[in-house]
């Protein structure tokens, strides 16, 4: 992965790249945000790291590759994120960290997206749970904007399966491109698969609860994205996290059913042939989320991992000459499930079980 950042390229570089995306992460750029950026560059030009030199630099390659390639602007963060992961101590992270803190907190409120995007840098350098990062703030008398799902009250007829679905339109949305026809056929043959019994009540397709999967698709997707609501989809998407949670505890639905629908989150992330980087990352968290109790999520991470090293390196593999009809993406087979490799690749079989 960090192939792909600028071969000249150093430690300064890669702090000013991360640092940059902190003042941005919300949208919007304060002048207070700039500087406490600036006294930031102060304190690592002291230390030999001329950060303000290549500032100008890094922004420059950045707003370009924004406007011409936002895949590759987010692989260029991802590998930046990766290269302080693999390149700096503890202590040289915690600086990076407790910089970035500052310069979103200079109003004494941390917006959700900042928040997001902490935590992002966060879950690779550092071994954190997610209430403490927030006491950090806490203790210093930040504030930190969450969604409340507790204020988020289900429509009346919503069901376990509206549940999954925001889950799958979600993650749809996060493809390549937004949603297309791979992710509206995978969730037209997979929704329909869900059947519980809760109490005394059926739910699923097959028993008429809900009736019609068009139906149900319109009613997620208005409940998601609602332009006359001002909560984001990402608080109905907590919603539902929460309402899978509690029919775990309410022993409604078993551990096996958190398994395999992890399992056809990853296949709709692949569905299309390419896990983007907003469905691997958002794949990442609910799998580390659920893996303590759900032991097939480390399976999923293990699968994810693959396919990620696999689209990297055919991308290296491309831009290195190869032809790109060598290395097609990787394909699911919407009735069996299994993933379909190029057999020029995978001489000993050309698929592999779900």
């Known amino acids: 992965m960090n192939s792909i950042l600028p071969e000249n390229w150093k430690d300064e570089h890669i702090i000013s790249c991360l640092v940059r995306n902190s003042i941005l992460a919300d949208g919007k750029v304060e ?33 370009d590759l924004a406007s011409k390639d936002s895949d590759k602007y987010f692989n260029v963060m991802k590998a930046a994120r990766e290269y302080i992961a693999k390149n700096f101590d503890n202590d040289q992270k915690n600086v990076l960290m407790t910089g970035m803190m500052n310069i979103v907190a200079q109003d004494d409120i941390v ?80 929704l329909p698969k ?16 809900p009736e019609d999967i068009g139906e149900t698709w319109d009613f997620i997707f208005d409940e998601m994205y609602n332009k006359s609501d001002p909560n984001p989809p990402m608080n109905r998407v907590n919603a539902s996290h929460n309402n899978l949670i509690e029919y775990y505890k309410n022993k409604n639905i078993k551990i096996e059913n958190i398994g395999t629908f992890l399992h056809t989150l990853f296949h709709l992330s692949i569905y299309d042939g390419t896990i983007s980087e907003g469905q691997a990352h958002q794949l990442t968290h609910y799998c580390k989320q659920w893996s303590q109790s759900c032991p097939k999520a480390e ?3 293990d699968l994810l991992e693959m396919v990620l090293q696999g689209q990297q ?23 069996t499930g299994k993933m379909e490799f190029n057999p020029e690749i995978f001489p000993d079989g050309n698929s592999q079980d779900k």
């Open 31 to 63: 002048q207070n945000e700039l500087d406490a950026m600036a006294k930031l560059g102060k304190e690592y030009a002291a230390k030999g790291i001329n950060m303000p030199k290549v500032w100008d630099e890094v922004d420059d390659f950045m707003v």
């Open 111 to 190: 917006k959700y997206e900042e928040f997001l995007y902490l935590k992002w840098c966060m879950d690779s350098w550092f071994n954190y749970e997610v209430e403490e990062f927030i006491n950090d703030f806490t203790k210093a008398g930040i504030e930190v904007e969450m969604p409340d799902i507790t204020k988020m009250e289900d429509p009346k007829d919503w069901t376990i399966i509206h549940d999954i679905g925001v889950f799958y339109t979600y993650f749809s949305n996060l493809a390549e491109g937004e949603i297309k026809y791979p992710e509206k056929e995978f969730i037209n043959l997979t």
């Open 194 to 209: 869900w059947n519980f019994k809760i109490g005394e009540r059926d739910y699923g397709l097959d028993y008429g609860n």
């Open 299 to 301: 399976t999923v991470l």
């Open 313 to 335: 390196l055919r991308k290296e593999l491309i831009a290195a000459g190869a032809p790109p009809e060598m290395f097609p993406p990787v394909k699911i087979d919407p009735v």
